[in-house]
């Protein structure tokens, strides 16, 4: 057993779990400070990005360090692999997580105004997904990252649903446009979300299942039917 | 041209002591076929069962079939002529220390009563090219003997050696375990640039150098054959959970 290769795998482990958690507080606290109009939140949501981005520096360094000096390979590599592209992909969780934080900032400035769009449902979807990518991520689960696939079309839905009517809101009532935008962004970011949600669960799959599932569901689905292994890794 | 080997049923004995079970395999003519697996699996039995170096342990005995391209190893075929179309470097370079670096790679050809002056030069300079190695020593061909290079130019020159008699096969028994990392890397692009021509079977206990250079790998454990794949497959995605632990060192 080579024991302090596993201390580095857990260890690696450990600190993208900590950076999930700062990204994921970072979209929930954008979404509250949309709710309440909380321009505190804001502040906070803008000063952590500089925790998220030097927790996604430290990950790198420590990933390169593994690959360059253990050589990991079968499951070890897939899991290093899915550990620097879910980093990324957090990283850039926060920087939406500060775009919204920018609009909310931006509509606290303008007139309080009734938008046809449920912010607060759509990044209850989003913050979800997160947080199961990130769960079946802990648990090494395939199961738990195929269904955070399945929720992706549902934010996509939202999305679709927030542009049309925020859209025929600015055409019927042009002086609320600024805010309307902003909103449309907000639901904009919080897809965007969703899809990062969407490929750290795709990283997961390929690290517990060794087969790429992006771009091509179908295929995973059949070669669940084929029987391929499905079991959690060992650790 | 290489040409490819066809392993049925082979089982392999030292006195009462099974030490291969039921291997089944195709090697791949002109492509490089990696065996790993730990410390007494049978994988360096199995390669020496290809041209019958198992035969110099006493009381050791094989049943089974094995074919190297169109020819039955174990059927009729003496154990010279086996070993003129089957090539193999050791893991220690035992180059003859005595002999000059050029009477070393025309030593088979010599042993097999090849005259003819011109023509010996012309196979020893080719085989001395083929192993990467005439740059370093044509000017000292007749003058050094074959032990006062250096390690990995020993190892080539065992590759050269091997080469002059124009095999079709060459089995590498960890050939780089006595070698320094530049000469490894050395030895590794001949193993990539030979597969040209030659069938290339290479054991070897660094699990980074067979997927440097070959296209499959076999996995033994305990005599048996676990699995065998692509390289890539057996490196990054392994079908059984042993090779896995293998692979990852978990192993133990």
Same mark, same amino acid.
Request: glycine residues 6%.
């Given at each position: ?50 925790? @998220? ?46 775009? @919204? ?98 490929? @750290? ?35 | ?18 030490? /291969?079970?039921?291997?089944? !395999? ?69 180059p003859f220390p005595t002999m000059s670096i050029y009477d070393n790679?025309a030593s088979? &050809?010599?042993?097999?009563? %090849? ?10 300079? +080719? ?5 990467? *190695? ?6 000292? /061909?007749?003058?050094?003997s074959g ?9 080539? &020159? ?11 096969? &060459? ?7 006595? /070698? ?9 692009? !001949?193993?990539?640039? !030979? ?23 076999? %996995? %033994? &454990? *305990?005599? +048996? ?25 978990? %192993?133990?």
């Amino acid at each position: 057993m080579r024991t302090r290769f596993q201390q580095q795998m857990e260890e690696l482990r450990e600190k993208l779990l900590r950076m999930g958690g700062l990204a994921e507080q970072a979209v929930d606290r954008a979404c509250q400070a949309y709710s309440d109009r909380d321009l505190a939140r804001c502040q906070m949501v803008l000063e952590n990005e500089s925790l @998220i981005n030097a927790a996604e520096r430290e990950i790198d360094e420590l990933a390169f360090d593994v690959l360059a000096t253990q050589q990991p390979a079968a499951i070890d590599l897939r899991f290093i692999l899915a550990v620097t592209k879910i980093n990324s992909d957090l990283e850039r969780v926060g920087d939406q997580a500060v775009n @919204i934080a920018e609009r909310v900032m931006d509509l606290i400035e303008l007139p309080a105004v009734e938008l046809p769009v449920d912010i607060p449902r759509m990044s209850t979807a989003v913050s979800a997904m997160v947080r199961r990518a990130l769960e079946s991520f802990v648990e090494g689960k395939a199961e738990l990252a195929q269904a955070v696939l399945e929720m992706d079309h549902v934010v996509d839905r939202m999305r679709d649903e927030a542009f049309i009517s925020l859209v025929r809101k600015m055409n019927e009532s042009p002086q609320v446009t600024q805010q309307a935008l902003d909103a449309l962004l907000v639901a904009r970011n919080l897809e965007r979300v969703a899809d990062h949600a969407t490929n @750290i669960s795709e990283d997961v799959i390929f690290w517990v299942r060794g087969f790429d599932v992006r771009h091509h569901a179908q295929e995973l689905a059949a070669a669940e039917e084929r029987g391929q292994r499905s079991a959690p890794p060992q650790r | 041209m290489g040409v490819g080997i066809t392993v049925e049923h082979l089982n392999a004995f030292y006195g009462k002591t099974q030490a /291969l079970f039921e291997i089944n !395999l195709n090697v791949v003519a002109n492509h490089a076929t990696a065996l790993i697996g730990p410390s007494g699996c049978g994988k360096s039995t199995f390669i020496r069962c290809l041209n019958r170096m198992h035969e110099t342990i006493p009381e050791a005995r094989v049943e089974g079939s094995v074919r190297i391209g169109d020819f039955s190893v174990y059927n009729g075929t003496s154990a010279t002529q086996l070993r003129r179309r089957v090539g193999m470097v050791f893991q220690k370079p035992n180059p003859f220390p005595t002999m000059s670096i050029y009477d070393n790679v025309a030593s088979g &050809l010599k042993l097999n009563g %090849f005259r003819g002056r011109k023509q010996l030069d012309e196979i020893v300079q +080719k085989s001395l090219q083929n192993a990467a *190695l005439w740059d370093e020593v044509k000017d000292i /061909l007749h003058k050094k003997s074959g032990a006062s290079i250096s390690g990995g130019q020993q190892q080539r &020159l065992c590759i050269a050696r091997a080469l002059a008699v124009q095999p079709e096969v &060459l089995l590498m028994d960890e050939p780089c375990s006595a /070698l320094d990392p530049i000469s490894t890397g050395k030895i590794e692009e !001949l193993i990539f640039q !030979l597969k040209e021509q030659y069938t290339i079977v290479i054991v070897t206990h660094n699990m980074q150098q067979a997927a440097r250079v070959a296209e499959f790998t076999g %996995f %033994f &454990l *305990l005599g +048996k054959m676990i699995e065998f794949d692509k390289t890539e497959k057996v490196f990054t995605n392994p079908t059984d959970k042993r090779t896995e632990d293998y692979v990852t060192g978990r %192993f133990g």
